[in-house]
């Protein structure tokens, strides 16, 4: 089969004829429909979670999946479309009787610590991770919702309605983040660099907008002046995103820091303490989250913004991704 296969740190992915994956047991194996491309991805390619999450080459990238059953298991019939829920767990710690597998010491991810997406076929460990999809939608539409929609929804839930919001970032997460807050009513400034992508989220309901020219700390603080928010969700997460925000919330407000581009951040205890500020991390969400946010779909509440590109151009799109030129997510269809 050919697969788009990441082979050394910092080289682009390579086109390759490789073995088709050979399933035993309760793995699936699923035809695969489309992928999406995520900033992952890239933080692999680039070796930038090489301490934290090391992937060994050579590795078949890809964690964003949908896909077809090849075969008839016991609650799918050959043919059917499916999701992957992306946290293979132990099944026995907490974290996983919990429903959150992610956190999982032991958790397996297709596309990191396995083969993915990027490719013909795919191995799934057990069909117990494969959520049902209407057989008549579009593939490059829906896979963003396997891990960009799954987290976005993660990040913006229990946020209650008369509630004053600020995204950082204007990636897929970010957008599908603001199509779900929106559809219950909720009031949300977003914050970006990108002109083009910020107007995108004028489009799909965005209150207000704010284009960082210099600094997020400079910028952000000048045009809110004396504003405060209740949530600001970071969809970046680095240095110059951090820095300060926290000054933003209004008392009892919540730091949701999503993006993983390695920022640090300093705080005044009194700060939390005085203000009763938390701050919490979010990592992709539970095979609950994803059942919810193709609902949402399924309901026309959201979009994905899919961007096709074909395996062959992967690169291509791995360049656009990082260049900006996306709005919305990269999909790849082998």
């Known amino acids: ?17 490789v073995k088709k994956p050979e399933v035993k047991g309760k793995e699936v194996l699923l035809k695969v429909l489309a992928t999406g491309l995520c900033h992952g991805d890239l933080h692999i390619i680039f070796g930038e979670w090489k301490d934290d999450i090391p992937v060994s080459p050579p590795r078949i990238l890809g964690h964003e999946i949908v896909g077809e059953i090849t075969e008839d298991t016991e609650h799918f019939k050959e043919g059917d479309k499916v999701l992957v829920y992306n946290a293979f ?11 959150y597998p992610q956190f999982c010491e032991k958790v397996k991810i297709l596309g990191v610590q396995e083969d993915g997406g990027f490719a013909e076929y795919v191995k799934v460990p057990s069909e117990d991770n494969l959520i ?5 939608e579009n593939p490059i539409k829906i896979a963003p919702l396997a891990d960009a ?10 946020i209650e309605e008369d509630s004053n919001v600020a995204l950082i970032g204007t990636g897929a997460v970010s957008l599908i983040a603001l199509q779900i807050l929106k559809s219950r009513g909720i009031k949300v400034t977003v914050v970006g660099r990108n002109q083009i992508k910020l107007n995108k989220a004028l489009e799909l309901g965005a209150d ?5 020219k210099q600094s997020y700390s400079e910028d952000f603080s000048a045009r809110i002046g004396r504003e405060k928010f209740d949530y600001i969700i970071d969809y970046i997460g680095s240095d ?7 000054w933003a919330l209004d008392r009892m407000g919540e730091l949701r820091i999503v993006g993983e581009f390695g920022g640090r951040m ?22 609950e989250d994803m059942i919810n946010v193709v609902k949402l779909y399924n309901e026309g509440k ?8 074909k395996l062959e151009e992967i690169n291509q799109a791995i360049d656009d991704l990082m260049s900006g030129r996306i709005i919305g997510r990269a999909v790849i269809i082998p």
Do not use: H
Request: with cysteine.
């Open 1 to 17: 089969m050919r697969a788009a296969v990441f082979t050394e740190i910092g080289r682009p992915l390579s086109i390759e004829d």
């Open 266 to 287: 300093e705080i005044w205890e009194q700060l939390l303490v005085l203000r009763g500020l938390r701050i919490r991390g979010i990592l992709y969400g539970s095979k």
């Open 149 to 158: 929609g799954v987290t976005a929804y993660n990040s913006v839930k229990g």
């Open 302 to 309: 959201i979009k994905t913004l899919a961007v096709p590109y």
């Open 89 to 99: 767990g132990c099944g026995t710690c907490k974290y996983c009787k919990r429903g």
């Open 240 to 246: 110059e995103t951090l820095r300060d925000i926290v």
């Open 208 to 212: 207000r907008i704010i284009q960082v």
């Open 132 to 136: 049902k999809i209407d057989n008549n």
